[in-house]
């Protein structure tokens, strides 16, 4: 069985600060995605990544994928009270079964 | 254009009672998953289908509960009978299956927030 684990598991932050969460695992993924789930809602995509060492950025997320292809990393710049939610990685293995994280649960104090 | 729906939003019932969760995958798509969301044991697979025939229903947590997929537009959750544990909120998804190697975007539901008593 893959299994994600995702670091740390809360935290809470004042609005400006840069932060980083974390999504590891022992086995390899062919693509691993990013969600974020606001409180009462479904998970939302944010990003995929798929190449080992692919970095992608979205306005100031910046999305990285280990070069293994076991790890990833969410980096927020000058975080907003709007980032804040539920934010879960999951990792695919060439299929459409989607292994998802425990999640970060992100709040951003204004 | 409409996203996933599902229905109802919420659902308060007693123990012991059949309970059927509905959902309506976006047009088009051809793959529906189920997923049950807890603060203990986070958002787990329950099963899911492709072109509307179960996949993998490994995640089903024992025979009171049974998922069906009749047509492309249309999959009901039941729950018979219902427990205190599984209060939870079920969250339904759709994606667009294109036989690739990187998982699709999948597309989640509002979700349905079941409370058994």
């Known amino acids: 069985t893959q299994l994600l684990e995702q670091s740390p598991q809360f935290l809470s932050i004042q609005e400006g600060e840069n932060l980083t969460v974390y999504c590891n695992s022992s086995s390899v993924f062919s693509s691993l995605q990013w969600y974020r789930q606001e409180p009462g809602e479904g998970p939302v995509l944010l990003v995929t990544?798929?190449?080992?060492?692919e970095v992608k950025k979205l306005k100031r997320l910046t999305f990285q994928f280990g070069d293994a292809r076991k790890d990833s990393s969410l980096h927020i710049t000058a975080a907003q009270p709007g980032d804040t939610g539920l934010y879960l990685c999951a990792g695919n293995n060439y299929g459409q079964n989607f292994v998802f994280g425990p999640g970060t649960r992100l709040s951003v104090l204004p | 254009d409409a996203g996933v729906i599902q229905s109802p939003r919420h659902e308060v019932t007693e123990m012991g009672q059949e309970v059927t969760l509905r959902c309506k995958p976006i047009s088009g798509h051809n793959s529906l998953f189920w997923y049950r969301q807890t603060m203990m044991r986070g958002l787990e697979l329950l099963i899911y289908f492709n072109n509307n025939v179960p996949i993998d229903d490994s995640g089903m947590p024992e025979d009171r509960f049974s998922a069906k997929m009749p047509n492309a537009s249309f999959s009901t959750l039941k729950i018979q009978p219902s427990e205190p544990r599984d209060s939870a909120v079920y969250f339904c998804?759709?994606?667009?299956?294109?036989?690739?190697?990187?998982?699709?975007?999948?597309?989640f539901g509002p979700g349905t927030r079941l409370l058994v008593l």
């Open positions: 990544v798929v190449t080992g060492g």
């Open positions: 998804a759709s994606s667009l299956n294109r036989g690739g190697f990187v998982g699709e975007t999948q597309y």
